[in-house]
C-alpha cells in the first residue's frame, strides 16, 4: 500500500498552511504519523489520492450519520444549491428546520442556528451570562466545547480553581472566569459553588466524546440539575457531538437530566457547516432582536446548509429505529475487538451510545480525564499506524470518539474485527 501522493500533498500543503491543515487534529500529530489526504467517500467507506480506500470511523468527525454522499441530503444540497447559496434574509427553510428542532427536544421552545459548534457554544455561554447577570462559567476538564476564548482553559492546581488559558493569546483575564471541575464528581462542582456565587452556568458534554468515549453518570447530571437550581445557575448541555449521534431525543432522553439550554452541530448539518444552540422561550427572549444579547452571523442559517440539515434530521426521524441498530453494531465492534484484543494480553475498556463508541487501552474504567489520560497512548498509535496499512480509518487520537454510519455494514465490522486481531497479535509480539 503506497501512501505517496498524500506524503507529497502534505508537504505541499505545509508550505501554504500551518501544520498542512485547517484544523490540528487533522494532521495526525498525536499517533506520530503524517494524514491521508482524501479523494473521495461513498457510504461507509473512504478513497485516498493514492487509490487506497478504507472502511471510514471518523465520518467527518461525527456529522455523517448515514455515511458518505446520502442520496437524500446530497438531492437536496443540489436542489437549494439552483436557488441561491445565501442571501442574508429569511428562508422557509430555516424555520422548518427550527420546527424539526423544538419539536425533537423537551427543553427547547426557541433555537438560533449558527455555522459551527464553536459558535452555537459561544453564544450559549453569552446568552447564560446575559440571563443571569453572571460573569463566572463552569466547565469540566476534559470536555471540548470549541476554541473560543474563555472554554481554552486547563486546571490550575487541581480542579476546583479558576482556570488558566491552555493556549496563547488566551488573555488570564478571559479565563478567570471559567472554573474547572472534575468529570463525574459532584464534589468538585460543590467546591466550585462554594469559591463562587457569579456562576452563570454549568457546561458539560453529557457524554462526553473528546476525551474519548466517556458518558457521565446518570446520578451526577441528577445532582448537577440540582446544585444548579439550587444556586441559580444555567446547565448547558453541548450535544455538539452526542445530539442525533447517541440518540434521537438527545442525552435528556436517556439520562432524565433536563438541561436549559442544548447546543447542537455536527449531524444537524449532515455534512454542511451548521451549529445551533436553544431554550425555554424566557431564556432564549434575552438574544437580539428580541432582547439585549447580540448574536449574528452572514451566513447563519443559509439555505444550502438549511437543507442539508434538514434533509438528515427528517431522515433520522423517520428512521427512528436506527439508534439501536447503530448501537448493536458499534457494540458488536467494540466488544469484538475488545475479545481479540484479550487473546493478545491487552485490556480494552470499550462503551458505546447509539452509533458513538469508545475503546481505551488502559487496564482500568474510564471516568474522567485524568483516568483517559492514564492510557496506553502508545499503543494506541501503533494499533492507530497499523490498522491505517489494513484498510481502516479510525479517529488519530485516544482522545477521539469513534463513529459508524448506517453505511457501516456488519460485513464492515467483521472484517475490523478480524483486522485487529490481526494488529493486537503484532503489537504483542513486538512488547515480548
Ligand atoms: C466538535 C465540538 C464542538 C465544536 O464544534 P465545531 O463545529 O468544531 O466548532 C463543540 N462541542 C463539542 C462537544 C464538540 O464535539
Not at 480553581?161 to 496563547?168: A, L, R, V
Not at 484484543?341 to 485524568?370: C, E, P, W, Y
Request: proline share 4%.
Amino acid at each position: 500500500m503506497s501512501t505517496n501522493a498524500s506524503i507529497q500533498a502534505f508537504k505541499e500543503a505545509q508550505n501554504l498552511i500551518p501544520g498542512g491543515v485547517n484544523s490540528p487534529v487533522r494532521a495526525f500529530k498525536s499517533v506520530g504519523a503524517t494524514p491521508i489526504f482524501i479523494k473521495e467517500g461513498q457510504g461507509g467507506k473512504l478513497m485516498d489520492i493514492d487509490g487506497n480506500s478504507y472502511i471510514d470511523y471518523v465520518q467527518s468527525w461525527g456529522p455523517l450519520i448515514f455515511g458518505h454522499r446520502d442520496e437524500s441530503i446530497e438531492a437536496a444540497v443540489i436542489e437549494a444549491v439552483k436557488h441561491g447559496l445565501s442571501f442574508g434574509a429569511p428562508t422557509l427553510a430555516e424555520t422548518e428546520l427550527a420546527k424539526e428542532v423544538v419539536d425533537i427536544f423537551d427543553s427547547i421552545d426557541k433555537v438560533r442556528f449558527v455555522s459551527s459548534g464553536t459558535e452555537a457554544v459561544m453564544s450559549a455561554i453569552r446568552l447564560a451570562r446575559g440571563f443571569t447577570g453572571r460573569d463566572d462559567i463552569l466547565k469540566f476538564e476534559g470536555c471540548y466545547h470549541g476554541h473560543s476564548d474563555s472554554l481554552l482553559v486547563q486546571a490550575g492546581s487541581g480542579a476546583a480553581t479558576f482556570g488558566n488559558p491552555s493556549s496563547p493569546g488566551v488573555p488570564a483575564d478571559f479565563t478567570k472566569h471559567t472554573l474547572l471541575a472534575k468529570y463525574n464528581d459532584i464534589e468538585s462542582v460543590k467546591k466550585c459553588f462554594e469559591q463562587s456565587s457569579d456562576i452563570a452556568c454549568v457546561i458539560i458534554e453529557p457524554i462526553a466524546g473528546n476525551m474519548g468515549l466517556v458518558p457521565a453518570d446518570k446520578d451526577f447530571l441528577a445532582e448537577l440539575r440540582t446544585l444548579c437550581d439550587a444556586n441559580g445557575t444555567l446547565l448547558i448541555f453541548d450535544e455538539v457531538m452526542s445530539g442525533f449521534r447517541a440518540t434521537l431525543y438527545g442525552a435528556e432522553s436517556i439520562t432524565g437530566t433536563s438541561p436549559d439550554i442544548i447546543t447542537l452541530g455536527k449531524v444537524i448539518g449532515g455534512g454542511m457547516p451548521v451549529g445551533a444552540f436553544g431554550a425555554r422561550c424566557e431564556i432564549m427572549a434575552q438574544l437580539s432582536p428580541d432582547g439585549p444579547v447580540y448574536q449574528a452571523g452572514t451566513l447563519s442559517g443559509n439555505p444550502v446548509a438549511m437543507a442539508a440539515g434538514l434533509a438528515a434530521v427528517r431522515k433520522i426521524k423517520a428512521n427512528a429505529p436506527i439508534y439501536k441498530t447503530l448501537q448493536n453494531r458499534a457494540k458488536h465492534l467494540v466488544e469484538g475487538m475488545k475479545e481479540v484484543a484479550a487473546k493478545h494480553g491487552i485490556t480494552l475498556q470499550v462503551d458505546v451510545r447509539g452509533s458513538m463508541f469508545g475503546f481505551f487501552f488502559n487496564d482500568k474504567k474510564v471516568t474522567n480525564f485524568d483516568e483517559a489520560a492514564d492510557s496506553n497512548l502508545d499503543m494506541f498509535a501503533t494499533f492507530h499506524t497499523e490498522m491505517m496499512k489494513e484498510g481502516f480509518y479510525f479517529a488519530c487520537s485516544q482522545f477521539e470518539t469513534g463513529f459508524i454510519s448506517t453505511a457501516t455494514t456488519d460485513a464492515m465490522i467483521e472484517d475490523t474485527i478480524t483486522a485487529s486481531e490481526r494488529v493486537f497479535g503484532k503489537i504483542n509480539d513486538a512488547r515480548r
